[in-house]
């Protein structure tokens, strides 16, 4: 890291090309931002970004391997993780997201403290279930 | 600060176990990331989370006291914090969620200027009025 | 920036009081959060905060100047962005928004990658449309 660190786009090969000017992940220094992922499946060329399939259990580990490529895309993990934001779009999902995350993190080995985390209820486009966005800080 | 800075979970002893796999507040160098704080009561053992009371009030003095616990176990103060997010359920809330935030925060002996804020309504579990997450940066 | 940098405050002249203790923009050392910004146009005194008009056009062009207009008090610009929250209060002014913010972001001559993105569909005030918080690491 020199003095006057760049910003630089993190664009991992599997990810569609976002809908506007903004960057799936952006790292400048030791900070690391992931944008708002949603259950994605791997673009493929010439194919509208497909979600990974109707129920919370699918789009939910999507987005946790759509926000993990990110962070490694820029060279961290989910150890460097502090926050995440669960956006979910029924507050009877809690329990079974609670249970995905749970298990999930539970097998990836983390090193260090789990990141703090805010889940709130609110609005997304249509079929989509879970978005969820990650601010990271690099050892 | 070493070089390769350690990321620490702050659990104060006033807070209950969290749902899931993630930290009440983490702090990493000079960053501390207070998770989404509701009005839970202490808690105390073999009781489930007790919210503080049905009104804005108790809630939101409630949601202060945990994130000011959660910035002290982690050397922090009201001073270091950035930004805070709230989120009501009720558009017609937000005047008196900003009457007790003044009252609150005029009490609190603030050395520096106060935080920035987004308030947002958004869906939260049953019972609950008031989240709060806040970011902090140390001196 | 000294050992133990100082919180200050971001007041541009162009922007109303803030409705409650919190601040619109708040530096410290190089990290730099703008508050939750609406499409208030610049103050005039004595007037109440006046929204630029019903559109999400104008709403949301308003907005980016309010949140420019603190960066650059500040000392940063678009470039420093790393991540920018769009609270919109209907899925269907998605598409709308992206050619808004590609438009308005394919003008700002960015030197760097455009920032990180997360959008949310929640409850704004009553004729508020759109509201767009951001974080800065300034280089």
Redesign the interface.
Known sequence: MTD??????LTPATHTT?????????R????L????QVGFLPAVEGRPPTVAGPTLREQTLQTFANVKAILEEGGASW??V????V?LTD?DH?AEM?EI??TY??EQGLK???????????????GLLI?I?A?A?L?
């Open positions: 006057k660190a760049a910003k630089t786009a976002p809908p506007a000017k903004f960057s799936h992940g952006v400048k220094g030791n900070i931002q992931v944008a708002g150890d460097d502090m926050m995440m934001r956006y507050v809690f609670n995350y749970n993190f539970g260090e403290a789990p990141a703090a985390r805010t889940t709130v209820y609110v609005g997304l486009p249509k978005e966005d601010l800080v050892g």
